[in-house]
């Protein structure tokens, strides 16, 4: 049996709407990259790997801001997910 605890959290407005904008951000992040692999798999028979999606990641961030103000290790673990999926 696994126990767990939840913490509650209670974020200032501030918090709250960052928050609200990062998770919308890696909403779009997921769907574009199960987007690319579906893409790549039914076009051109390829898969695409984490890696080739995290090298894509590094462009994106280096050249928008809006992919600069999420926390990089939150877009990796999205990535990570597709994955596994």
Known sequence: MKLTF???IYPTQTQE???LAW???LCAL???ARNNRKFAHEEEGRFVSQGEQEKLL???REKYADFRAVPQ???ASVLKR???A
């Open 23 to 25: 998770f919308d951000h």
């Open 73 to 75: 290790d939150f877009q």
């Open 58 to 60: 590094k462009v994106a």
């Open 17 to 19: 709407q960052t928050l």
């Open 6 to 8: 939840r913490y509650p």
């Open 82 to 84: 597709v994955d596994k």
């Open 30 to 32: 997921q769907n574009s």
